[in-house]
T-cell receptor, first 115, second 111 residues
Framework: EAQVTQNPRYLITVTGKKLTVTCSQN?????MSWYRQDPGLGLRQIYY???????DKGDVPEGYKVSRKEKRNFPLILESPSPNQTSLYFC??????????????FGPGTRLLVL | AQRVTQPEKLLSVFKGAPVELKCNYS??????LFWYVQYSRQRLQLLLR??SRESIKGFTADLNKGETSFHLKKPFAQEEDSAMYYC?????????????FGRGTQLTVWP
C-alpha cells in the first residue's frame, strides 16, 4: 500500500532534549516536505527536499534540521526543543516537482508536546 | 506575504444547505490550485484540483483568474462534510513543487 508513515505519532518531551521524528514513503517520490499545523495559522512549511542530499528552508525553519540521505526517508530533527515547537507535524511527499497537477500525500501526523 | 487567503476561519451551515468556502490567491502568473480536506483526527487528503475540473463528494471549484479566486462549493451540505478545508497554491511549472496553504476553514454542518 502506497503511504507516508511517521514515527512517533505522539511525543511528550522536555525543553532541550534532542528528538527526531521520522518520515518514510514507499512511493519512490522525489519531493518530501515537513509542515507544522497550529490553530489559526494553518499549515506552514518547515523544510523541503527535492531529492537526495537536496534540502531547503521553508517558511518556518528556525529550530529544526532535516536530512535526506535516502530517497524514502526525511527525518525532522529538533536539536533543542522549546515549548513554542509544541505542534502537530505532518510529513508529505510527491512524485515530482514540476508535473502539472502533482499533489502531495500526507503522513498521519505527529503530535508533539514540549514541556 | 500571504499567497492564499481563506477569509473565514469558521463556517457553519445546516444539512441540505448550500455551502461555499472562499479562497483567494495572489499570483499574477498561471497557478495550480488545490483543495485539501482534513477530517477529525485524520491526515490531510486531496479533495480536488482545478486542473482536473472534477467533482468530488459533490464539491466543485472553479478557478476565476479575474477575481483570483478558487471557491469551493457544494449545493447540499451533509453532516459528513464537517472538516477542516485548506486551499493550496502551487506555481505552475515551478521546479520547487512547493505548495502554499491558506490558514484553513473549519466547516461544521449541523443536522
Amino acid at each position: 500500500e502506497a503511504q507516508v508513515t511517521q514515527n512517533p505519532r505522539y511525543l511528550i518531551t522536555v525543553t532541550g532534549k534532542k528528538l527526531t521524528v521520522t518520515c518514510s514513503q514507499n512511493m519512490n517520490h522525489e519531493y518530501m516536505s515537513w509542515y507544522r499545523q497550529d490553530p489559526g495559522l494553518g499549515l506552514r512549511q518547515i523544510y523541503y527536499s527535492m531529492n537526495v542530499e537536496v534540502t531547503d528552508k521553508g517558511d518556518v525553519p528556525e529550530g529544526y534540521k532535516v536530512s535526506r540521505k535516502e530517497k524514502r526517508n526525511f527525518p525532522l530533527i529538533l536539536e533543542s526543543p522549546s515549548p513554542n515547537q509544541t505542534s502537530l507535524y505532518f510529513c508529505a511527499s510527491s512524485r515530482g516537482t514540476s508535473g502539472i497537477g502533482e499533489t502531495q500525500y500526507f503522513g498521519p501526523g505527529t503530535r508533539l508536546l514540549v514541556l | 506575504a500571504q499567497r492564499v487567503t481563506q477569509p473565514e476561519k469558521l463556517l457553519s451551515v445546516f444539512k441540505g444547505a448550500p455551502v461555499e468556502l472562499k479562497c483567494n490567491y495572489s499570483y499574477s502568473g498561471s497557478p495550480e490550485l488545490f483543495w485539501y480536506v482534513q477530517y477529525s483526527r485524520q491526515r490531510l487528503q486531496l479533495l480536488l484540483r482545478h486542473i482536473s475540473r472534477e467533482s468530488i463528494k459533490g464539491f466543485t471549484a472553479d478557478l476565476n483568474k479575474g477575481e483570483t479566486s478558487f471557491h469551493l462549493k457544494k449545493p447540499f451540505a451533509q453532516e459528513e462534510d464537517s472538516a477542516m478545508y485548506y486551499c493550496a497554491l502551487r506555481y505552475r511549472g515551478s521546479t520547487l513543487g512547493r505548495l502554499y496553504f491558506g490558514r484553513g476553514t473549519q466547516l461544521t454542518v449541523w443536522p
